[in-house]
Nanobody, 115 residues
Framework: QVHLVESGGGLVQAGGSLRLSCAAS????????MGWYRQVPGKQRELVAT???????NYADSVKGRFTISRDNAKNTVYLQMNSPKPEDTAVYYC?????????WGQGTLVTVSS
């Protein structure tokens, strides 16, 4: 079983920067893809970025060029570097881990971007 814990959320000014972390524990060898998603009240959870075990990344168009996903395998941690955030990036950010036949989510961390 895999357990994910996010951290690093908070209040940030538009144009600033913030880094989210997602620490994985448990059967991490079974994870193929790690990702960040976000959700605002009344809307569906949406993809922000993903990274594979091989380091291939994928981003939502809305964050390309501003956000960067990375991983530190030694620390079993995935990061989301948020540069130049906008008020519309305000959301609860969730970390996801996917294996061959399962997915697991963290508890979420709130990011609020002030204008």
């Amino acid at each position: 079983q895999v357990h994910l814990v996010e951290s690093g959320g908070g209040l940030v000014q538009a144009g600033g920067s913030l880094r989210l972390s997602c620490a994985a524990s448990g059967s991490i060898f079974s994870i193929n893809v790690m990702g960040w998603y976000r959700q605002v009240p009344g809307k569906q959870r949406e993809l922000v970025a993903t990274i594979t075990n091989g380091g291939n990344t994928n981003y939502a168009d809305s964050v390309k060029g501003r956000f960067t996903i990375s991983r530190d395998n030694a620390k079993n941690t995935v990061y989301l570097q948020m540069n130049s955030p906008k008020p519309e990036d305000t959301a609860v950010y969730y970390c996801q881990g996917r294996g061959a036949n399962y997915e697991v989510w963290g508890q979420g961390t709130l990011v609020t971007v002030s204008s």
